[in-house]
Every structure is written in C-alpha cells, then in structure tokens.
C-alpha cells in the first residue's frame, strides 16, 4: 500500500500580515491588514480608512517575525521542517505598490530569511500575495476592481522571481483565491473597500464588483505563472483554494442540488479557471441569476489558458453542512462562511467542525477532478492554550487534531492521490486572520504575546512540538 514518499514535504506555514509585524520598518508601506483593527469571537474586527489613535492593530507587530527570523528558523530546523510556507509582503517590496524601482531593504530581508531556510535545507514556498494589499492600491484604484492592479502585481513578481531565482523553487500566486467568491473576501484578499471604515462581516457585498476583481486576479495569477514556465523553468507555481467541504444536510434531492452549488461556487470555480484554463460551464447561469457581467480584454481567455498552475493547494480545516431551506437553530460559523450543525461531528471553540475524514474525502474529489499532485498547506485546530504547572503548553487537543488528520491525509495517499506535502497553518503562534486576535493559537511553538498586544515575544515549545518532530521524522508513521 502507498504511503508518504521519501520526499515528502512535512513542514508548516505563516503569512507575513499575520506574522511579519515591523509594518513601518525599513521603507515598508501599509496593506490592507495593517488598517485592520483586533477583535474577537464575539466582536468582529474593523477595517479603518485611516489610522485611529489608541486603537490596536495587530499586524503591526504581530509576532514579529521580522526580527526573530533566525531564532524561528531555528526551531523550525529543530522540528525537523523539510518546507517553511510564508508569504512576501507586497508592501515591504513596493510600499504603495506603484513604485518604478523596488525598496532594496525589503528584498535584502527575504535574502536573509531563505539563507537561513537555506542553512537547514528548508524548502521555502512563497505566497506571493496573502491578505495583503498595498492599501495604496486600494484608496487609489479601490483594489482589485481596477485592471492596473494586474501590472502592478506582475512588476512586482518579476522582481521577486528574478530576485529570488536561485532560493526558491515553489510559489503559489494569490492565497485562498476563492475568497473572492465570498463577501469576506473584498476585505481580505481584493481589496475593493475604498474610504471603507467599519467590520469586515459588515462590509455591503457587491457581486459585480467582487467577480470584476476576482477576474482580474486570475489573469494576474496567470500572466504570473506563464511569465514563471517562460522565464524560469525551475519554478513550480501553484495555486492555493480555502477548501470548504459543503455536505448536504439531508438526502433531500433539493439538499443534495445545494450542495452542489456550493461545492461548485465556493470550491471549485476559481480552481477550474487556475487548473484547467477557463471558466467552468456553471458560471455562465450563476451570473446570469445574480447580474454579474464581466467585462474581459480579447487576450484575457488566451492568458488564462496559458497560465495553468502545476500544482494544486488548498486550506482545510472543517467542514460544513448545507440545505435548500436551513433552519436558523441548526446553524454554526466556520472558516470564511458558516453553514449547518453536523451532527455527526464536534465543533472547535470557534464553532468550526472538526472532520478528518473529510479531508480524506477532499483530497479524493480534487485529485479526481484535476489530477495533478496537491498540498495540504493549511490545517490545524486554533484553540485557547494556557501553560501547566511545569510552564508548558500540553496541547493534547491539539495533537488528536493533527494526528487524526494525517491519518486520513495517509488514507488518501493509500487511495492513490498524489500529495507532494503538508504544512500545518500557524506552526507557530500568529494573529488570527478572521478576527484579530491572539487568542486563537495554532502554534507548535508558544509565543508570549495577547489580546491587548502585550507580552514579551518570547518563544516556547508546546507539547506538540516534539510530537510533530516524531512525526516527520518518520515520515508520518509514529503518531503517537
Ligand atoms: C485561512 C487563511 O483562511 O485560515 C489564514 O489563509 C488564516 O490567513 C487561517 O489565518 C486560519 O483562520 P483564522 O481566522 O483562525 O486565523
């Protein structure tokens, strides 16, 4: 029976709006998530148009990746990392984002960061842009509505990539693409929120707009990918899909046709136009019903045919259930969207569902669908830790999330799909993208830092830092 291959990359993956932090150091301009406030569970984050004083952002500092890289690194080695995921910040390169000549201290720190990847034989894979936007771009072009943003993201990836050639192998072009298919998504990944202040759930959703964007990132993502197959052969772009595995709630025929459109919207519209080139068939009706029209340049269905990804990633961390006519007492939240209780599973402190066998599930539809090889490069359980008596972290719950889902992650490769590696979100502690906060912990590795946006910095290991050091040292097979 299949297993792991020798190769495979085990590791765990960052954002820079999440991570970085030093959002004014050494030239760098604000993003999108600089302007964003904290929040809660229950008190939704803002975004600002304009910096409030005594208000806190949490990217500013967040857990300051920028200046303990080496120390992270480090640990990350001591984990036994085959492969660190993080992303490039836009801003640290192009502040505003229309710049004609790059910030050279921007570059030089990721020079730094891959040399020390680099040291431990660490794979770097390089999101490109991850729910970070000049917020230059947004209060001049309101985001991704305008078409210029496409060169101004392709100027910067030729900086990068030309930058970058020799350090890095793996990219993937815009993270949770789909996003774009959600109302969230206009504040977190298109940034088409201009003179906007007020909570991200709250934003008032425009369709039209929110597909005009999503449009012109596909053909960026793709001018970007074709750019790479010309240029630089030895790159593997990929593409990266928040993945939320919608069931029917019932075996009702009109739940099951639910299903099915949300599987279809949500998951696998903007993979069909990364992977196969084109947009899928349902997409016609879909805007036809809800009075999208896009408008298109005659070259557009040439570049995004000719700009298919090699690789397929995708975030998981839950599933959800879904029904023609729901009833308000079954709903729960979730990743992105929330959806129905399943009853057959438990749910994670912030309401997300906790499904490992969905995952197996997942993998089995998208490698049917697209048959090229895929990474898992998200997944983990954010949870409330609290050090013992001996000042450690016993994450156990933890543990039983990651080990069940490796299990099934195993299952998969069993079945036969190809799946090249595996970077569990937030290896160490960072600030949680939906709302804001510190409390939501994903890390292997404990960093002392709160709500109010104190604390030290300091790193420390959780429980499930050894555990995952056992992991990948063998390969996936001791899971206890
Ligand atoms: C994914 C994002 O949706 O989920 C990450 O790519 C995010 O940026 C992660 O942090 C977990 O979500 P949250 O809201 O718990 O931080």
């Known amino acids: 029976m299949k297993t792991f291959r020798s190769d495979f990359l085990w590791g765990g993956a960052t954002a820079a709006n999440q991570y970085e932090g030093g959002w004014d150091e050494d030239g760098k301009g604000p993003s999108v998530a600089d302007m964003c406030t904290n929040g809660s569970h229950t008190s939704p984050k803002r975004i600002t148009a304009s910096f409030e004083e005594g208000v806190l952002y949490p990217s500013r500092e967040a857990t300051d990746f920028y200046h303990h890289y080496e120390e992270d690194i480090r640990l990350f080695a001591e984990m036994g990392f085959k492969c660190f995921r993080l992303s490039i910040a836009w801003t640290r390169i192009f502040p505003t984002g229309m710049e004609e000549e790059p910030n050279e201290a921007g570059l030089a720190f990721y020079d730094k960061v891959f040399d020390q990847c680099k040291k431990y034989k660490i794979e770097p894979l390089v999101t490109i842009s991850h ?3 000049p917020y230059a771009l947004v209060e001049k072009y309101n985001g991704w509505e305008s078409r210029e943003c ?3 993201f392709l100027n910067y990836c030729k900086v990068i990539f030309d930058r970058y050639q020799n350090k890095v192998t793996y990219w993937l072009t815009f993270n949770e693409i789909n996003t774009g298919t959600m109302p969230m998504g206009s504040v977190l990944s298109l940034g088409t929120v201009k003179g906007y202040t007020g909570t991200m759930i709250g934003f008032p959703d425009k369709p039209q707009v929110r597909f005009q964007a999503l449009h012109h990132q596909f053909v960026a993502s793709a001018k970007a990918v074709k750019l790479a197959h010309e240029q630089y052969p030895q790159f593997l772009m990929g593409n990266m ?4 595995t919608s069931y029917p709630f019932t075996c009702n025929p009109d739940d099951m046709l639910e299903a099915q459109k949300k599987m279809q919207m949500n998951n696998w519209f903007c993979s069909d136009v990364q992977v196969r080139g084109a947009y899928p068939f349902y997409a016609e009706r879909y805007f036809e019903e809800n009075h999208i029209h896009i408008s298109m340049e005659p070259e557009d269905e040439q570049i995004l045919k000719e700009g298919t990804v ?5 975030s998981y961390y839950m599933s959800n259930c879904v029904a023609k006519a729901p009833d308000e007492k079954d709903k729960i939240g979730g990743n992105l969207i929330g959806g129905l209780k399943n009853p057959y599973l438990k749910a994670s402190d912030w309401g997300w569902q906790i499904d490992p066998k969905g995952l197996r599930y997942t993998l089995n539809e998208i490698y049917d669908r697209y048959r090229i090889p895929m990474m898992v490069v998200e997944n983990g359980l954010g949870a409330y830790d ?3 008596e001996d000042g450690i972290v016993h994450d156990t ?4 999330y990651l080990r069940e889902h490796i299990k099934q992650m195993k299952e998969a490769v069993a079945d036969g799909v190809d799946l090249m590696g595996y970077t569990p979100w937030g290896c ?5 993208a939906s709302t804001g906060e510190m409390a939501k912990r994903y890390g292997f590795i404990f960093v002392d830092k709160y709500d109010d946006g104190t604390g030290t910095l300091a790193r420390k290991k959780k429980e499930s830092f050894g555990w995952y050091q056992k992991v990948i040292a063998s390969n996936g097979e001791d899971l206890e």
């Open 241 to 244: 899909i928040a993945f939320i």
């Open 397 to 400: 719950y933890r543990i039983d």
């Open 386 to 388: 609290k050090e013992g």
């Open 150 to 152: 496409i060169d101004c």
């Open 428 to 432: 160490i502690d960072l600030v949680s």
């Open 310 to 314: 090699d690789f397929y990633t995708f």
């Open 131 to 133: 729910y970070e936007m």
